[in-house]
């Protein structure tokens, strides 16, 4: 699987963007996908993740609220969302795939994706 994301861009506190993430190669609707960040000298961390139907999301305690994921598996791309931004926001943000049949709940632990982007850059001034 290839993923691409992009979206990103610099804007100011309390707008929204709305990232991508267009995968191809092996079949995309049965995938976990996830989004993930990572700050300038800080880990990488856990955003959201969406299960293969769209049906069970779940997101980290800083951005609940204010980020949706979603997915269109026709269109083989998954979104996120982000309103009400935050300078806390800015981060190089990456999306990423499970493709395991044991696997069928959104993920949180980065360790268990097998497909990641290259990221797109998501910048939040004050």
């Known amino acids: 699987v290839q993923l691409q994301a992009f979206g990103g861009g610099l804007v100011q506190a309390g707008v929204f963007l709305r990232l991508s993430c267009a995968a191809s190669?092996?079949?995309?609707?049965?995938?976990?996908m996830g989004w993930f960040r990572q700050a300038p000298g800080k880990e990488r961390e856990f955003v959201s993740a969406?299960?293969?139907?769209?049906?069970?999301?779940y997101y980290a305690d800083s951005v609940k609220g204010r980020f949706t994921i979603s997915r269109d598996n026709a269109k083989n791309t998954v979104y996120l969302q982000m309103n009400s931004l935050k300078p806390e926001d800015t981060a190089v943000h990456y999306c990423?795939?499970?493709?395991?049949?044991?696997?069928?709940?959104?993920?949180?632990?980065?360790?268990?994706?097998?497909?990641w982007g290259q990221g797109t850059q998501v910048t939040v001034s004050s």
């Open positions: 990423a795939a499970v493709i395991d049949p044991q696997t069928t709940g959104p993920v949180q632990d980065e360790y268990e994706y097998h497909y």
């Open positions: 190669g092996r079949p995309f609707s049965r995938a976990v």
């Open positions: 969406i299960n293969w139907s769209a049906g069970s999301t």
